[in-house]
């Protein structure tokens, strides 16, 4: 019986230089089919140089990192920028966390034997066991096998032979991984997204406080901001804007989708409609606003199960709306125009921080910098010392909920849950958000949902486990199992 290819592969027989050839044309011809991370090495161009280390190049983004230190060409010594592997490192590791098919690492090098340089990839690789291709410095060969045990397969220097093992590397993974995600993968990333939209119930909640008390959308925009960017201000300096990865349109809709135009428009609607039809036309439109542009953007199936699902919801929201009040031709409707407005541009900073593989805390640090920059300014400028006269209870209370818990904590936890669930079924949980605010009205408003409400909340729970890809019994045929769609 042939044993099952090892996920992890290393080629010799040739210079590093051929390799390094090698991976650059491979990764061209995977590209198109398979979410690459990784890095391959790239020349310096300088003639009459000791040294061959140049740039590494991240797979993912294009994105080329300086890996040498130029001591001229009468010098015989490699001095290896460190400080420029580990930034290659870092980026692999986002690249990785975010989701991809296969890891590309240029070389197990002298760094690497030490712990340092791309060590922290290739480990990030081997942890979540996904398909890795590299080279190995014969000089540091004792350390890679430390590194990896046996479970690796050598490979020689041919194109034919590589493709082979990925080809059945990638054949094996598609007959025993589903794509839709395992029971204890579901369960981990639906307690993430729960997690989450419980906050972003909460942050309704007191934002409709706040403009019924003392502060404007305008102040409240601005303490949300003031805090989240100050605080995610160091982690945006090393990690970068990422227009490498996003492009213009990605920073574009991660700036109007998470930062301050968004939330503006959704506090303006606060002052037309109740927080129950935010909840609901905001946040509970979100899965069928996001499923239609991952289906456009990402290409992502609009399976029965989903359509299903999000035929489950798209009622149950309009119902808990009913329920509460809301009328046509009254000035509700201009709030609930700008909850739709402020659910799409929500939807397209999913979709973009999915496209371009960023976590949850990279996404929300941008939009949160790019406001406390673009938006905070303006408003001190426009407003002077304002918000110094409002009570200092209700400004903590927007910091807390809407500076920390939802423009930090909340995007953390719903960034894992969109690595592991992908993009549509992770905000199909933000229809619980109605829901979510409704119970929580029982114990602290004291208003229990009416009947309606009861029937609107079985819904779109139910709509949420579909859309989400819940795990579903299987269909008995006779003697056999066949998988639900």
């Known amino acids: 019986m042939n044993q099952p290819a090892p996920t992890i592969a290393v080629v010799r027989g040739a210079s590093n230089a051929e390799i390094q ?8 011809r995977w590209q198109p089919e398979l979410r690459l991370a990784g890095v391959v090495a790239e020349s310096h161009g300088l003639a009459d140089r000791f040294c061959e280390a140049g740039y590494l190049r991240n797979l993912a983004t294009g994105a080329r990192f300086s890996i040498f230190h130029d001591l001229g060409p009468r010098t015989a010594e490699c001095h290896l920028d460190g400080v420029g592997v580990a930034a290659a490192a870092a980026a692999v590791q ?26 922290d990839a290739f480990l990030a690789a081997v942890a979540t066991h996904l398909p890795l291709l590299t080279s190995v410095s014969p000089a540091h ?9 046996r479970q690796y397969e050598v490979l020689p220097a041919d194109l034919a032979a590589i493709d082979l093992w990925r080809r059945t590397i990638q054949t094996r993974r598609a007959a025993v991984a589903p794509s839709k995600p395992t029971t204890s993968e579901y369960i981990r990333g639906a ?16 934002a409709r406080l706040g403009v019924q008390a003392s502060l404007t959308p305008w102040d409240i925009t601005a303490i949300r901001f003031g805090v989240a960017g100050v605080v995610l201000l160091p982690y945006l300096l ?10 213009g349109w990605g920073v574009a809709a991660i700036m109007l989708g998470g930062g301050a135009p968004m939330v503006l428009v959704s506090y303006l609607g606060l002052l037309f409609a109740p927080a129950r039809h935010a909840a609901s036309l905001y946040t509970g439109l979100l899965p069928l606003n996001v499923a239609i542009l991952a289906a456009l953007v990402l290409g992502e199936a609009f399976t029965v199960t989903k359509r299903i699902g999000l035929a489950l919801i798209l009622p149950g929201v309009l119902g808990i709306v009913w329920g509460a009040g ?17 659910g799409l541009m929500s939807a397209g900073y999913f979709v973009a921080m999915r496209k371009g593989r960023l976590n949850g805390l990279h996404a929300a640090a941008i939009a949160a910098v790019g406001s406390l920059i673009a938006y905070v300014p303006i408003y001190v400028f426009a407003t002077g010392a304002s918000l110094a006269n409002a009570p200092w209870r209700d400004v903590a209370l927007q910091a ?48 229990w949902p009416a009947t ?34």
């Open 94 to 119: 986002d690249d990785i966390a975010a989701g991809c098919d296969l890891v590309v690492l240029n070389k197990f090098g002298q760094l690497e034997a030490t712990g340092v340089g791309l060590a």
């Open 326 to 342: 809301a009328r046509l031709g009254s000035p509700q409707n201009i709030g609930h125009v700008l909850f739709i407005g402020a």
């Open 238 to 247: 090393k990690k970068g804007f990422a227009i490498d990865r996003l492009g």
């Open 141 to 149: 060969d004792q350390a890679w096998r430390q590194f990896a045990g």
């Open 191 to 206: 307690l993430y997204a729960i997690a989450a939209v419980s906050m972003w119930a909460g942050w309704v909640v007191a």
């Open 452 to 485: 309606i409400d009861w029937i609107a909340i079985l819904l779109i729970s139910s709509g949420v486990y579909f859309v989400s890809g819940g795990p579903l019994p299987d269909r008995r045929i006779g003697n056999h199992v066949a998988p639900a769609p």
């Open 21 to 28: 050839d090698l991976f650059r044309t491979l990764a061209e």
């Open 400 to 447: 807390l909920v809407q500076g920390l818990l939802t423009s930090v904590i909340s995007q953390m936890l719903f960034g894992r849950a969109v690595s592991i669930l992908g993009a549509s079924r992770s905000a199909a949980f933000a229809a619980l958000s109605p829901a979510i605010t409704a119970l929580l009205a029982i114990p602290i408003l004291g208003e």
